[in-house]
T-cell receptor, first 116, second 111 residues
């Protein structure tokens, strides 16, 4: 149980275009979802926290107008990278939590974004 | 500043030995620690959670300790196998629900 599906697993896009990444909890309702980016050989960097039905909370230094997060239902959150640039190329991962704050995080398998 | 550090970027051990990974923190008091395994190109997978009032947790060949005096958590894999090779992440959660991720330790178990 507790499967999180992230789609697409990889995407290549041209500079200036927008890319949407989906994160779905398949067999549980996720009250909270998190979005991260990870550079090679580095730790996960939390970008934002989203709760269903409310605006996402962004970490310091993350542009909310560039990284649009929508958490419209208890099983789906989306991250849209708008006007992507080569420096946005990274590994983006989502995680979802079903219950209390100490519940384990269930991660998607990530999306490799390459902006050319 | 508040920091979380994992002992080394990489750890190489021989099959059958015990792997010990370290997670240290400064200027911070986590309510609990979680350990995750991450394989290349995949998302992390939850392994164990230990609370601040717990000294030790075990799960099969895995053991986690939490020493609030030393501000340190140790993660042990006994009877290590090549299949245990992965990056292991320490994640700390504070009393106000903030999270901190360690950079991870890449473990390689050689046959």
């Amino acid at each position: 149980g507790a499967v999180v599906s992230q789609h697409p697993s990889w995407v290549i896009c041209k500079s200036g275009t927008s890319v949407k990444i989906e994160c779905r909890s398949l067999d549980f309702q996720a009250t909270t979802m998190f979005w991260y980016r990870q550079f090679p050989k580095q730790s996960l960097m939390l970008m934002a926290t989203s709760n269903e039905g409310s605006k996402a909370t962004y970490e310091q230094g993350v542009e909310k107008d560039k990284f649009l997060i929508n958490h419209a239902s208890l099983t789906l959150s989306t991250l849209t990278v708008t006007s992507a640039h080569p420096e946005d190329s990274s590994f983006y991962i989502c995680s979802a939590r079903a219950g209390a704050s100490n519940s384990p995080l269930h991660f998607g398998n990530g999306t490799r974004l390459t902006v050319t | 500043s508040q920091k979380i550090e994992q002992n080394s970027e990489a750890l190489n051990i021989q099959e059958g030995k015990t792997a010990t990974l370290t997670c240290n923190y400064t200027n911070y008091s986590p309510a609990y620690l979680q350990w995750y395994r991450q394989d290349p190109g995949r998302g992390p997978v939850f392994l164990l959670l230990i609370r601040e009032n717990e000294k030790e947790k075990r799960k099969e060949r895995l053991k986690v300790t939490f020493d609030t005096t030393l501000k340190q958590s140790l993660f042990h894999i006994t009877a290590s196998q090549p299949a245990d090779s992965a990056t292991y992440l320490c994640v700390q959660r504070g009393h106000n629900n903030d999270m901190r991720f360690g950079a991870g330790t890449r473990l390689t178990v050689k046959p």
